[in-house]
């Protein structure tokens, strides 16, 4: 067991505070809070102490709640407690600027405790894997076009649940397994690499999930029904499928519409996409700056054969400095719905792959192609217009995308190329692009 010590450098009249922890079960909360400290100009020192201890009990929390923050006014038990504390001596958007923030942060930080920090235990089960499933499954939706949890910025809450996560990533989530949940590996990624808290981030990326695994399991019923859709905002019943179709048939003084009328308003279905839906294009990087209410993003004005410029955030800044984007070539998916990235419309993707070992690196158009130049798969491109691919299908195609042994871009086995001028390639063979 352990007990930190803060010292506040820039809070004089704060005095003296001190952690307690219950050792290593307390690890990752430790971790988190070691991160935060950096954020509001902290410093951490650990010692030894025994939570179970009377004197603990009666202190700081009466039934061994670790870790507990000792203050002037009083002992703080819990993570959730500790960091809300402490994030209130740091920027008001660590714990939140409005009380819906605040609500949502709090229930967050909640979950990483009650439920991903459950699903950490010692011997679990093949059944254990639905489980897990389910709960990644659903943080993996609830990230689909979310930079950060709760907020456009970082808060208590990403620490909370990116620190609790990442004992899995340590030992259960080998690289095949993590393919499932892409925008949870983007976030972890953003979170991870955060400067103050990438100092607190040990330990190599699982290499090989343990036999109980089973990256397919399905989640239990249970879990599957707290994923699904809420019902109807005012509490109505949500109607089926032939409740509405019943009502689109009629019109409003009861009769039925034509049947010509009928077969008009019903909705072709969807076509399945594959890799020739994709619009993607050489582009020039013109202009790079950091987003000014991001971190870990830039903001790049890119010429990707248009009348102007367009205007792409990407999570770079962690990966590479300014030079490494400023003039360059780069490869830009065109297509994407575009997305508000705490405040910039981003309308696009800069293409980079990533090793196993986390590094991330720029595709390569060929050194021959100009900005606007097609990047097509020729085995199965038909030449037609491209349209928005719609978000709830681009991670089923995307996750296809990736470079093989020669560094090739792939979607799974056909080739990327700019007609007559070459391969588009990975700085990493074998390697997820995205």
């Not at 696009?348 to 590094?359: I, L, P, Q, R, W």
Request: net charge positive.
């Amino acid at each position: 067991a352990t007990v930190s010590v803060l010292y506040w450098s820039h809070l004089s009249n704060m005095g003296l505070f001190k952690l307690f922890t219950a050792g290593e079960k307390d690890a990752s909360k430790l971790a988190a809070i070691q991160a935060l400290a950096g954020m509001v100009k902290a410093k951490v020192q650990d010692t030894a102490v025994d939570v179970n201890s009377i004197t603990y009990r009666l202190n700081a929390s009466p039934i061994g709640v670790s870790p507990a923050l000792e203050t002037d006014a009083g002992y703080v038990a819990g993570l959730s407690g500790v960091l809300f504390y402490l994030g209130e001596l740091g920027d008001r958007s660590l714990v939140g600027r409005t009380v819906y923030e605040r609500a949502s942060i709090a229930s967050m930080v909640e979950f990483a405790v009650a439920e991903v920090g459950s699903l950490n235990i010692p011997k679990p089960t093949a059944e254990h894997s639905g489980v897990m499933n389910g709960v990644l499954g659903g943080l993996n939706a609830w990230l689909e076009n979310k930079t950060f949890l709760c907020s456009e910025r970082l808060s208590i809450a990403d620490l909370a649940l990116a620190f609790s996560l990442f004992p899995l990533y340590l030992t259960v989530l080998d690289a095949p397994s993590r393919a499932g949940f892409p925008e949870l590996n983007r976030w972890m990624d953003t979170v991870l690499n955060h400067p103050n808290v990438k100092a607190h981030v040990k330990g190599a990326l699982c290499a090989k999930a343990p036999a109980w695994y089973n990256a397919a399991a399905k989640p239990p019923v249970a879990v599957t029904a707290a994923l699904s859709t809420a019902a109807p905002k005012g509490g109505e019943k949500k109607e089926g499928k032939k409740d509405k179709e019943g009502k689109k048939d009629k019109k409003k003084d009861g009769k039925e519409q034509p049947a010509w009328k009928k077969e008009a308003s019903k909705k072709a279905a969807p076509a399945e996409l594959d890799g020739s839906a994709f619009d993607i294009r050489v582009g020039v990087v013109k202009e790079v700056r950091k987003h000014p209410d991001a971190d870990s993003l830039y903001v790049e004005k890119i010429d990707v054969g248009e009348a102007e410029p367009r205007e792409i955030c990407s999570g770079l800044v962690n990966h590479m400095p300014p030079s490494g984007l400023d003039g360059k070539t780069v490869v830009v998916m065109c297509n994407l719905k575009p997305t508000k990235m705490r405040g910039i419309l981003s309308c696009g993707m800069v293409m980079c792959s990533t090793s196993a070992e986390g590094e991330v690196k720029l595709t390569m158009a060929p050194e021959s192609a100009s900005a606007g130049d097609k990047i097509i798969l020729e085995s199965l491109d038909n030449g037609s217009e491209k349209t928005q691919i719609p978000p709830k299908k681009l991670d089923a195609i995307l996750n296809e995308l990736h470079a093989d042994a020669a560094g090739n871009v792939l979607w799974k086995d056909a080739p990327f190329t700019v007609k007559g001028k070459g391969a588009w390639k990975s700085a990493h063979n074998g390697a997820k692009v995205k």
